[in-house]
């Protein structure tokens, strides 16, 4: 979502006059989009800007900001932690950057602008069909109303909002007609996509409604709650030729007591219960999914629970991460906090074990042609192309230029633990 709201500032700014440069050094505007659902992000950020400030002292004229969830949660305070520092602008007002930069370069002031508003009105930017690129994000919600104990999301982009299926189904008709022909689908929580709509609708009627899109070949969503996936939603995986065959699901944790302090909404027994009704639909459907470990209060037998979900289960591929305290989340004040070496001993072990389940899945890919859709040239290997197939693996082959925006067949020869290497 921290990507599709950099490229709306772009756009917001662009057509206010200025234009994207890669090179820092000669920008008259610098945005530092920021996620502060991790420390580690959240130190990234104040790394980025704190490189700015030699920039900033060469180039007095330089507007420099900084956006997104570290803007909305610190507000004003980031001005006495970065002196040099213009503007801050919340996760509910990025519509209002241009008019947020003029000011700043008018008054030579600063603006902090945090406010929360009723309706987002970011959200009716609509996303713009990038030059030579062939798929698109496309936001559909944004806010959760869910307040798992860890997270800070609800607190920093607000409560659930949708936008009406009409708008959006424009959109991506729009995107269409410009050589898009894959969207993913962004929200905290689509599965309750349309909940806060007065004409009401669900995601299984917004997906259908995006197959029926002639030119989007594929559809892609992220992320799903597990308690929200319904059984309609389930059977559209075998109904909507464009959606892929993948979903990203994350469990969090593989016991139920972690759960519970999460305050997830499910239990494992209905996780499982979830992931087999998805393959019941479709056998080989790809699953991938996020852990945390070293929640507050997680034993040595919580975490075997999760390793053996993870050997049940067999996800596809894991986003892994050590549990980061949050100022102002309950999980944060929980007692039994646990320490960084157990954390960091027990990511190590369930890495390796996520490694030899990726591979076993990828490896069981070698000898079969898969469906490719050609992203652009490989960054590693000159003469390579890549992109990716329908379960959301990278396929590396050999190929050329002109290849970018087709659909090919490659057949699978190699596989690693990232990508799979083929022959068109
Ligand atoms: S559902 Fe996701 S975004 Fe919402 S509170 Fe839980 S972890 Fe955060």
Redesign the pocket.
């Known amino acids: 979502m921290n990507v599709q709201d950099s490229e709306k500032m772009a756009c917001l700014m662009e057509a206010s006059g200025y234009k994207t440069t890669d090179n820092p050094g000669e920008a008259d505007l610098i945005i530092v989009n920021t996620c502060s659902v991790r420390e580690k992000a959240a130190q990234k950020a104040y790394s980025q800007l704190g490189r700015f400030r030699e920039l900033k002292q060469k180039r007095r004229h330089l507007v420099l900001g900084v956006a997104g969830c570290l803007a909305q949660q610190l507000g004003d305070k980031f001005f006495k932690m970065f002196p040099f520092l213009d503007m801050v602008v919340g996760t509910h007002q990025i519509d209002r950057l241009p008019e947020i930069v003029a000011s700043v370069s008018r008054s030579g002031g600063r603006l902090a602008e945090t406010e929360f508003c009723g309706h987002v009105r970011s959200l009716d930017i609509p996303a713009q069909p990038l030059a030579g690129k062939v798929s698109s994000f496309v936001t559909i919600m944004q806010g959760?109303n869910?307040?798992?104990t860890?997270?800070v999301?609800?607190y920093l982009r607000g409560r659930e909002q949708s936008r009406p299926l009409g708008d959006i189904v424009r959109e991506v008709e729009n995107l269409s007609l410009h050589g898009i022909q894959e969207v993913t689908l962004l929200g905290?929580?689509v599965n309750s996509y349309g909940k806060t709509l007065t004409q009401r609708a669900d995601f299984a009627q917004l997906l259908e409604a995006i197959g029926k899109i002639p030119g989007i070949k594929r559809i892609r969503f992220t992320?799903s709650?597990p308690k929200d996936l319904s059984d309609t939603l389930i059977s559209s995986f075998g109904r909507i030729q464009g959606l892929c065959e993948h979903i990203h699901l994350?469990v969090q944790a593989g016991s139920n007591k972690v759960l519970r302090k999460m305050k997830?909404g499910y239990t494992v027994e209905q996780y499982k219960e979830r992931v087999a009704a998805l393959r019941r639909v479709l056998p080989d459907i790809s699953i991938t999914s996020d852990m945390i470990v070293g929640f507050p209060g997680e034993e040595d037998d919580d975490f075997n629970q999760t390793l053996e979900l993870m050997r049940e289960v067999r996800f596809d591929g894991l986003f892994s991460f050590m549990y980061s305290q949050r100022k102002g989340t309950p999980a944060a004040e929980m007692e039994g906090q646990v320490p960084d070496e157990i954390k960091r001993e027990r990511l190590n072990l369930l890495q390796s074990l996520q490694e030899t389940h990726t591979l076993e899945k990828n490896r069981a890919i070698i000898g079969k042609t898969q469906e490719v859709l050609v992203e652009g040239a490989s960054r590693k290997t000159p003469g390579d192309m890549t992109g990716r197939t329908r379960s959301n693996r990278i396929v590396n082959f050999t190929g050329g230029p002109e290849l970018v925006g087709s659909m090919v067949n490659v057949k699978i020869v190699d596989a690693f633990s990232h990508s799979l290497r083929g022959e068109l």
Do not use: E, I, L, S
């Open positions: 959760c869910n307040f798992c860890y997270c999301v609800p905290q929580n992320t709650h994350p997830r």
